[in-house]
């Protein structure tokens, strides 16, 4: 079947759909011996011979669905012009090509999904999934009941209002606090921003919690293999609404009929 260039190199494994439209303008992938540039075209992976940097790229790779502690000082895209080191250089003996499920900044740490599933981490990308990630941020000084406030109903920032959040204070010593916060967005550096919009100065930024995936207490640089029941979990999110087997947008609990009493 002839698929976008882009969808078939994110299903491959290569990258994201958005990293692939970068891949391509800098004419690295060609179809059947032609360079392809133009990012609407399409091709068949079934019988075009569609290669990256001249390798032919197949799409029938083994899944693989990782969770990593990201230490702070990692780039969590796939190369670096300036040559600082990566995410996926943390993945001793992973031979399958995975790429991050979203990004954390250099200087964030915490859960980061990696996988070669391109389709599965699209559909976990998109906004109408609205993913539950809960970070925790040290501070400097106090925080005041009015900040937490703010953060909590929403803040201006230079791309728009950020939707409500869930903030809670989780500690404070003399010199900084820790605060909580769990949104569903995605911006670029938005918990960062966040905070800054308030007043705050992040001295620390770590993600806890990616939808019900707990870093708990691995630690920075180590991975493990999602098993078979949470990758179901997270899938269950990604399927389309509407197909009656998607999240519900209502907040409306399902309910099973239970069986008849004797
Ligand atoms: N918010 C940020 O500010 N940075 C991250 O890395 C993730 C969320």
Not at 147 to 173: F, N, Y
Request: charged share 30%; net charge positive; proline share 5%.
């Amino acid at each position: 079947m002839q698929e976008r260039l882009q969808k078939i190199l994110s299903q491959a494994g290569v990258a994201s759909r958005r990293e692939s439209e970068t891949i391509i303008l800098a004419g690295r992938v060609a179809v059947n011996g032609t360079v392809v540039t133009e990012l609407g075209t399409k091709a068949d992976p079934d019988t075009d011979t569609i290669t990256l940097d001249g390798k032919p790229i197949t799409v029938t790779e083994q899944r693989v669905y990782l969770l990593l502690y990201k230490p702070v000082g990692y780039m969590t895209t796939m190369k670096d012009p300036e040559g600082r080191p990566i995410v996926t250089d943390l993945l001793k003996g992973i031979k399958e090509r995975v790429y991050p499920v979203g990004r954390l900044d250099y200087n964030t740490e915490g859960l980061l999904l990696l996988t070669n599933d391109g389709a599965f981490a699209n559909m976990l990308m998109h906004p109408s999934h609205e993913v539950d990630k809960g970070y925790l941020v040290r501070v400097s000084g106090h925080v005041a009941p009015e900040q937490i406030r703010k953060l909590s109903e929403g803040v201006k920032l230079e791309d728009g209002m950020t939707a409500p959040a869930k903030v809670l204070p989780v500690s404070e010593s003399e010199n900084n606090s820790w605060i909580s916060i769990t949104i569903h967005e995605g911006r670029y550096r938005q918990v960062r921003r966040m905070c800054e919009a308030v007043g705050l100065n992040v001295v620390r930024l770590k993600r806890s919690r990616y939808d019900f995936l707990e870093i708990g207490d691995m630690k920075p640089g180590e991975f493990r293999h999602l098993d078979a029941v949470e990758v179901a979990k997270l899938r269950r999110k990604t399927v389309p609404s509407g197909t009656g087997r998607g999240p519900r947008k209502t907040g409306v609990v399902a309910r099973r009929k239970s069986a008849p009493r004797r």
